[in-house]
């Protein structure tokens, strides 16, 4: 099974900071990742997918990078609602695979 | 607008079984696939399997072989879940997810506590 690795797993930010989480894949998975959003007691939201790609409907602060084994998601300025768990997840091999998650707290 | 509606809470004692049901609407239900993923409390997501709702396939995570049972009904856009043999650890929010590449809609989940 492909490993999915996060850093930090939590971190604390302000409004209108800049963030960036860090997600490794234990071997390469091209451009197969997709980044999830989850607020508690909710179901998690698609954010981008295929790495790069926004997800209609997201806002363009979120931007996702990278390929191979190292990826990156990075909200440009963080707001209010974007307090919240972040999952990377691969879709390169079967089983999917989710990292254990980077929880964005208020600073 | 797309929508995945989910079967309501329910508690079961060890040993038993479930069954969550994901009824789809909003599109045309057999172009896409249906992935199950849970969540026990405080912690991760964890990805169970999914199937075709075009022709019925699945895959099904290690972990869960021999005790879990995906189906889909095309007849009205639902997609079910069975899980056996339930243990305490099995306590978790269900989810199913739309999936074609990415799971782009999810249901609301579904509480499954397994309590004696």
């Known amino acids: 099974d492909i490993q999915m690795t996060q850093s930090p797993p939590s971190l604390s930010a302000s409004v209108g900071d800049r963030v960036t989480i860090t997600c490794r894949a234990s071997?390469?998975?091209?451009?197969?990742l997709n980044w999830y959003q989850q607020k508690p007691g909710e179901a998690p939201r698609l954010l981008i997918y295929?790495?790069?790609s926004l997800q209609s409907g997201v806002p363009s602060r979120f931007s996702g990078g990278g390929s191979g084994t190292d990826f990156t998601l990075t909200i440009s300025s963080l707001q209010p609602e974007d307090f919240a768990t972040y999952y990377c997840q691969q879709r390169y091999l079967i089983p999917l695979t989710f990292g254990p998650g980077t929880k964005v707290n208020i600073k | 607008q797309v929508q995945l509606v989910q079967s309501g809470a329910v508690v079961k004692k060890p040993g038993a079984s479930v069954r969550v049901s994901c009824k789809a609407s909003g599109y045309t239900f057999d172009t896409y696939g249906v992935t199950w993923v849970r969540q026990a409390p405080g912690q991760g997501l964890e990805w169970m399997g999914w199937?075709?709702?075009?022709?019925?396939?699945?895959d099904y995570a290690h972990e869960f072989q021999g005790r879990v049972t995906m189906t889909t009904d095309t007849s009205t856009s639902t997609a079910y879940l069975e899980l056996g043999s339930l243990r305490p650890d099995d306590t978790a929010v269900y989810y199913c997810?739309?999936?074609?590449?990415?799971?782009?809609?999810w249901g609301q989940g579904t509480l499954v506590t397994v309590s004696s």
């Open positions: 997810a739309r999936v074609l590449g990415a799971l782009d809609y």
């Open positions: 295929d790495a790069a």
């Open positions: 071997q390469s998975i091209a451009s197969y």
């Open positions: 199937i075709s709702a075009f022709n019925g396939n699945t």
